[in-house]
T-cell receptor, first 111, second 113 residues
């Protein structure tokens, strides 16, 4: 299995504070993705990257920014966290046409 | 407009019987379809996929059927086992679209012993 890790696994933060979630892969894959999962909404794409410094928006990108300065790391930043961003965040890589490999997720609570 | 829909939020099946999970899509540009399985507190894991040039794909107890004219796909699990109890997500993508997938809302399958 491709190595993909997310950190932190859990985080509680206050409204208005900045938060950065990290995704790290060890497989040198070009494409990386950030999804959020909410009850009743499945997984929705926030941002994705198709290479170092190459990123683009997904369907729910408002309030989020990303950076990819190295192939192995894809960072998701909430500039000023809001309660609506309480969610479980999943990072994914796409090693083959046979679907994504997902990380274990980060559960973020904004209070 | 939700492009991938799983209209049944939950399904309960007896062990040994068939589980059928359904998925509908609206975007005719989708040409690759996938099913993922998710246990609590874990990331989704890839289960099985099908290309739009096929109408069936099998992998052990799992079979996916695609009806392009109806824009409908289904996942059959035979026989169902208690370990299959999980949330199942249907996803769809377009070739040469940066690998982006659109997911349904998921169906929670419970297999009773």
């Amino acid at each position: 299995d491709a190595g993909i890790t997310q950190s932190p696994r859990h985080k509680v933060t206050e409204t208005g504070t900045p938060v950065t979630l990290r995704c790290h892969q060890t497989e040198n894959h070009r494409y990386m993705y950030w999804y959020r999962q909410d009850p009743g909404h499945g997984l929705r794409l926030i941002h994705y990257s198709y290479g170092v410094k190459d990123t683009d928006k997904g369907e729910v990108s408002d309030g989020y920014s990303v950076s990819r300065s190295k192939t192995e790391d894809f960072l998701l930043t909430l500039e000023s966290a809001t309660s609506s961003q309480t969610s479980v965040y999943f990072c994914a890589i796409s090693p083959s046409q046979d679907g994504y490999t997902f990380g274990s997720g980060t559960r973020l609570t904004v209070v | 407009d939700q492009q991938v829909k799983q209209n049944s939020p939950s399904l309960s099946v007896q062990e040994g019987r068939i589980s059928i999970l359904n998925c509908d899509y609206t975007n005719s540009m989708f040409d690759y379809f996938l099913w993922y399985k998710k246990y609590p507190a874990e990331g989704p894991t890839f289960l099985i996929s099908i290309s739009s040039i096929k109408d069936k794909n099998e992998d052990g107890r799992f079979t996916v059927f695609l009806n392009k004219s109806a824009k409908h796909l289904s996942l059959h699990i035979v026989p169902s086992q208690p370990g299959d109890s999980a949330v199942y997500f249907c996803a769809a993508s377009r070739t040469f679209n940066a690998g982006k997938s659109t997911f349904g809302d998921g169906t929670t399958l419970t297999v009773k012993p």
